[in-house]
């Protein structure tokens, strides 16, 4: 799991957690405004002055898979962790033909160009991919296993610490990843991207203070970090400093428009703050720049399951799963819309899945919310 499936993940852990701590009462006014719907003619949403909003049905229907940057990625990571570093190279700038700001094609290709300059050995190159192959196939101990042995090839090289970090946070294993970037940081001071990852590693384990330091080290580093205002902006949302963490999104925007990180960002805060069709303004911006964004497609299925427009989330939900097979949250929103229809069979396939996700990453708290689901799910087909 590369740095930018880290953005992704925290993306989607901000807006769920959003929608999970929102009331049970709040979800059942969402159903019973949708059944108000069904009788009364839909109102055209306006469009706000702040960011051009792009066509609703270009955005879903255009996406093509071939057309998403991690289709290319994992093809480029699949060649060269075969020691196929041409082919790589030419699938990793596909990837970036679509998104030129895919952090994790930029650093794979400047990888490959060490090797071609001989600054990087071959075989920790083969092995540090095969570990990202795997994981990006699911295996996670195996993905472990291949970074360590690329460790062992090079213990100065910091790529494959940096793995094993990000595996480790994807994990809830915050302590252990915090470790991994330290390893990282020792051997490279300068490192401002691992300081913004190490600071949203803080930020899980309830620790905010220490995650603004960390994050404005990223700062001192690069001012221009665009990424590192997006970390602070997350960690200002997890304090309730709304107000802050909005200032902080619309700072990396600034500094960086072609980014999406930031578009994402206050779409989660504009979610939770229950301006649904603002949000969206953001979530389609995140798309427009970067059609791959699967936490901004799964954004615009949740705040339009909190319009009680049900039926319209479900396909959005759908393609953010489509992009991001690995994260268990979009088909917990594809649970919810789903039951909120009344179409418990598909609802139920779609938290049953979410279940054994979040049981994998340890989130047994949302698992067991599946799990709740699925019983009244049960008790309903029964009765």
Same mark, same amino acid.
């Given at each position: 799991?590369?740095?930018?499936?880290? !953005?992704?993940?925290?993306?989607?852990?901000?807006?769920?957690?959003?929608?999970?701590?929102?009331?049970?009462?709040?979800?059942?006014?969402?159903?019973?405004?949708?059944?108000?719907?069904?009788?009364?003619?839909?109102?055209?949403?306006?469009?706000?002055?702040?960011?051009?909003?792009?066509?609703?049905?270009?955005?879903?229907?255009? $996406?093509?898979?071939?057309?998403?940057?991690?289709?290319?990625?994992?093809?480029?990571?699949?060649?060269?962790? *075969?020691?196929?570093?041409?082919?790589?190279?030419? *699938?990793?700038?596909?990837?970036?033909?679509? @998104?030129?700001?895919?952090?994790?094609?930029?650093?794979?290709?400047?990888?490959?160009?060490? +090797?071609?300059?001989?600054?990087? =050995?071959?075989?920790? !190159?083969?092995?540090? $991919?095969?570990?990202?192959?795997?994981?990006?196939?699911?295996?996670?101990? *195996?993905?472990?296993?291949?970074?360590?042995? /690329?460790?062992?090839?090079?213990?100065?090289?910091?790529?494959?610490?940096?793995?094993?970090?990000?595996?480790?946070?994807?994990?809830?294993?915050? &302590?252990?990843?915090? /470790?991994?970037?330290?390893?990282?940081?020792?051997?490279?001071?300068?490192?401002?991207?691992?300081?913004?990852?190490? #600071?949203?590693?803080?930020?899980?384990?309830?620790?905010? *203070?220490?995650?603004?330091?960390?994050? &404005?080290?990223? +700062?001192?580093?690069?001012?221009? @970090?665009?990424?590192? @205002? !997006?970390?602070?902006?997350?960690?200002?949302?997890?304090?309730?400093?709304? &107000?802050?963490? +909005?200032?902080?999104?619309?700072?990396?925007?600034?500094?960086?428009?072609?980014?999406?990180? #930031?578009? =994402? #960002?206050?779409? !989660?805060?504009?979610? %939770?703050?229950?301006?649904?069709?603002?949000?969206?303004?953001?979530?389609?911006?995140?798309?427009?720049?970067?059609?791959? =964004?699967?936490?901004?497609?799964?954004?615009?299925?949740?705040?339009?399951?909190?319009?009680?427009?049900?039926?319209?989330?479900?396909?959005?939900?759908?393609?953010?799963?489509?992009?991001?097979?690995?994260?268990?949250?979009?088909?917990?929103?594809? #649970?919810?819309?789903?039951?909120?229809?009344?179409?418990?069979?598909?609802?139920?396939?779609?938290? &049953?899945? /979410?279940?054994?996700? %979040?049981?994998?990453?340890?989130?047994?708290?949302?698992?067991?919310?599946?799990?709740?689901?699925?019983?009244?799910?049960?008790?309903?087909?029964?009765?």
């Amino acid at each position: 799991m590369n740095k930018k499936f880290l !953005v992704s993940y925290l993306i989607f852990f901000l807006l769920f957690y959003g929608c999970s701590e929102k009331s049970i009462s709040e979800k059942q006014k969402a159903i019973n405004a949708y059944k108000e719907k069904q009788s009364n003619p839909p109102i055209a949403n306006s469009q706000s002055e702040e960011v051009a909003i792009v066509d609703e049905g270009k955005i879903y229907i255009s $996406l093509t898979e071939e057309e998403i940057p991690l289709t290319f990625y994992k093809k480029g990571v699949e060649y060269a962790s *075969q020691g196929k570093f041409e082919k790589a190279k030419e *699938q990793f700038n596909k990837a970036l033909n679509i @998104y030129k700001f895919d952090e994790a094609s930029i650093k794979i290709l400047n990888i490959l160009e060490g +090797i071609d300059k001989g600054a990087i =050995d071959k075989d920790y !190159v083969i092995c540090f $991919l095969k570990g990202e192959n795997y994981n990006l196939n699911g295996n996670i101990q *195996q993905a472990i296993l291949e970074l360590q042995r /690329a460790i062992q090839i090079d213990s100065v090289l910091t790529y494959a610490y940096e793995g094993l970090g990000v595996i480790y946070f994807s994990l809830g294993e915050y &302590q252990q990843a915090i /470790a991994e970037f330290q390893k990282v940081i020792q051997i490279d001071s300068n490192n401002a991207s691992c300081y913004g990852i190490l #600071g949203l590693a803080y930020n899980a384990l309830r620790q905010p *203070q220490k995650a603004i330091t960390e994050l &404005q080290k990223a +700062i001192q580093i690069n001012p221009n @970090y665009a990424r590192a @205002y !997006v970390g602070l902006g997350h960690v200002y949302f997890s304090m309730g400093q709304h &107000q802050k963490a +909005i200032a902080e999104f619309e700072k990396a925007i600034e500094i960086n428009p072609g980014i999406s990180d #930031g578009y =994402d #960002g206050l779409g !989660v805060i504009y979610n %939770f703050l229950g301006q649904y069709e603002k949000s969206m303004i953001y979530n389609k911006k995140a798309i427009q720049v970067n059609p791959g =964004d699967g936490a901004a497609y799964a954004g615009i299925g949740i705040n339009y399951f909190y319009l009680g427009q049900f039926q319209q989330a479900i396909p959005y939900l759908q393609r953010s799963i489509q992009i991001n097979l690995v994260f268990p949250e979009p088909y917990y929103g594809l #649970g919810l819309a789903n039951f909120s229809l009344g179409q418990y069979n598909e609802a139920k396939e779609a938290f &049953q899945k /979410a279940k054994e996700l %979040f049981e994998s990453r340890g989130n047994f708290n949302m698992a067991k919310a599946a799990e709740i689901y699925l019983n009244k799910i049960k008790e309903l087909i029964e009765d």
